[in-house]
């Protein structure tokens, strides 16, 4: 049974910064890709980060060059460094999981994730 486990969101103030952290337990197979989604309300949920087992990434438009994605496959662990925070960011956001065939193809949209965690809030004020 995959188990993520997010946490380190909070309440930041816009241009600060939060870093998300995700715990991942029960994969059998190391080949995989991770991601960070994030759904605001009222909005659907949408990629914001990916990152395979190699370590190749790719950012949705509306973050590049704020947020880096990165990971220790050792320890299982994916995080999400977020600086310059603006209010739209303001989101659930959770970590997911497929298997390495689906990497990268159509990564932004739910249908792509095997795994979900449970999510993390992040709030960003003016």
């Known amino acids: 049974q995959v188990q993520l486990v997010e946490s380190g969101g909070g309440s930041v103030q816009a241009g600060g910064s939060l870093r998300l952290s995700c715990a991942a337990s029960?994969?059998?197979?190391?080949?995989?890709?991770m991601a960070w989604f994030r759904q605001a309300p009222g909005k659907e949920r949408e990629g914001v980060a990916t990152?395979?087992?190699?370590?190749?990434?790719r950012y949705a438009d509306s973050v590049k060059g704020r947020f880096t994605i990165s990971q220790d496959n050792a320890k299982n662990t994916l995080w999400l460094q977020m600086n310059s925070l603006k209010p739209e960011d303001t989101a659930m956001y959770y970590c997911?999981?497929?298997?390495?065939?689906?990497?990268?193809?159509?990564?932004?949209?739910?249908?792509?994730?095997?795994?979900w965690g449970q999510g993390t809030q992040v709030t960003v004020s003016d």
């Open positions: 997911a999981a497929t298997g390495a065939a689906k990497c990268f193809i159509n990564w932004r949209h739910g249908p792509w994730v095997d795994y």
């Open positions: 029960g994969y059998t197979d190391s080949s995989y890709c």
């Open positions: 990152i395979d087992n190699n370590g190749n990434t």
